[in-house]
């Protein structure tokens, strides 16, 4: 893929999720490459700095990355960030919805399931926040980090379980619903926007060695080593293709390998994705 420094891209702005490891690390890197103004949105400044020196050096511009405080875990947050942001009073034309937990147990701040809460629920507040930013500042993108882990969500979502502490032992149950609901949140938001001139798309990263397995329990993690982890830079390569590149009429669509991939029965279940749209949205306007 070519990420060559375009001017195409100048005055371009990108907000990322979880952008201080990884994927997001490496997306925001290439991203600011390619011409774009990227703000880094994480729960650390200090481990985000690294990052935005990387960025400012290899861009050789001081005023190319900037960090915004982010808790997906906490809808008050969440807002708190965007607010941030539009204070700003800049465009926004990409918004990369890249954090994301496995493993992690409990229940987020308002009381959500740990992974549903910070994979799907935050991120679709932080999405919902800035619609009118993206909108404004067409043509946009929205890309969701989701994962072929969704596949394990075949009997589609509890939802009682969704606001109950995490079951299973190792979490990888609930992973799995967020990833799904992440696909159903890009597919029907494609739908919202249709017309605006801001297209959407969610993807399988493919299995990334990152931190998002930092609180799976150590007998699972050879498990997943013998699956064949990529490398970040591997991983984000889906990320950049659908940044840059996708085209605008496949919209809503899930990626895999920077290709369309047809997802799940269950995630491709329109009635679902509309169900839970307007479950999110009565679950995050309750908490506002």
Known sequence: MNLNHSSSNQGRVALITGANIGIGRFTALRLAQAGFTVFLAGRSAQRTQAVIDEIHATTKSSNKAFFLPLQLDDLNSVRECVALFLARQLP??????????AGDKGQT????????GVNHLGHFLLTHLLLDTLKA????KVVTVASRAHLMAYQGLDWPALQQPTRSLTGTREYGVSKLA???????LAKVLEG????????????VDTEVWREVPRFV???LRLRGLLTPEEGAQTSLYCALQAPAIESGLYYDKCRVKTPSRIAQDAQLAEQ??????QWVKAQS
Request: avoid cysteine.
């Open 221 to 223: 993690r050879p498990l």
């Open 182 to 188: 992440n696909i159903l949140f890009s597919a029907h």
């Open 109 to 116: 701040r308002q009381g959500f399931e740990m992974a549903f």
């Open 196 to 207: 605006s001139g801001v297209s959407t798309y969610s993807l399988h990263p493919g299995v």
């Open 276 to 281: 839970l749209w307007h479950q999110s949205l």
């Open 92 to 101: 926004l034309h990409l918004l990369v919805n890249n954090a994301g937990l």
């Open 137 to 140: 500042s067409a043509p946009a």
